[in-house]
């Protein structure tokens, strides 16, 4: 069946640091990658989407490629802040009626 | 644009006790989709309905439930509470691939 994996967390960064949060995935056929990000007390924000592979998808910074070759989807940003410590979730949606999602990778930043 | 809506925020009820959330999706979405999300786990989905009819169903028992209505608004009941129930439960809607969030419903049962 569909899958995802993330990375486990969580990843502490010092404010301006690089960040990469790894995702892979199995699915069959083409499935159209997210990105969602989890505020403390709050539901999920979609963050950036990819349909097709090769396809970038970025937002606020946050940039991720669809690599069919390996199927992955990486989270990067060049200079994190504090204001980004939150939980990514990956997913993955193949055109049936749902989303798979990750466990969550928590993310904070130290000033 | 209004985004999706849910209510209430918060709840607590007792094993046993039947609850019932609401969603109000974002105009023009015709589908929602109902997730429950326990403490440090991804989301899990529950069920899905497109135009008031169920489209697809996750591994959840038939004691949670739900309607949709002709405005796309929607329920999700759970009957018969059981402590492993509490969660956050969240409702997306969506015109095609893209699902919207709202910010969800913290339900405890003690």
């Known amino acids: 069946g569909n899958s995802v994996t993330q990375m486990e967390g969580p990843v502490t960064l010092s404010e301006e640091a690089f960040l990469t949060i790894n995702c892979t995935y199995t699915?069959?056929?083409?499935?159209?990658l997210f990105w969602y990000v989890q505020y403390p007390g709050e539901g999920l924000q979609l963050l950036l989407k990819?349909?097709?592979?090769?396809d970038k998808g970025s937002n606020k910074g946050f940039e991720a490629t669809y690599r069919k070759e390996t199927t992955s989807f990486h989270l990067e940003k060049g200079s994190v802040q504090v204001s980004d410590s939150a939980v990514y979730f990956c997913?993955?949606?193949?055109?049936?009626?749902?989303?798979?999602f990750g466990t969550g990778t928590r993310l904070k930043v130290l000033a | 644009e209004t985004g999706v809506t849910q209510s209430p925020t918060h709840l607590i009820k007792t094993r046993g006790q039947q609850v019932t959330l609401r969603c109000s999706s974002q105009?023009?979405?015709?589908?929602v989709s109902w997730y429950q999300q326990a403490l440090g786990q991804g989301p899990q989905f529950i069920f899905q309905y497109y135009r008031e009819e169920e489209n697809g169903r996750g591994n959840f028992p038939p004691r949670f439930s739900g309607l949709q209505f002709p405005n796309y608004s929607s329920e999700l009941n759970v009957n018969a509470l059981e402590l492993d129930d509490s969660a956050l439960y969240l409702c997306?809607?969506?015109?095609?691939?893209?699902?919207?969030f709202g910010p969800g419903t913290r339900l405890t049962v003690l």
């Open positions: 997306a809607s969506s015109l095609a691939d893209t699902q919207y």
């Open positions: 990819a349909t097709k592979a090769d």
């Open positions: 105009s023009g979405h015709n589908t």
């Open positions: 699915a069959t056929g083409y499935p159209s």
């Open positions: 997913a993955l949606y193949s055109g049936t009626y749902k989303y798979i």
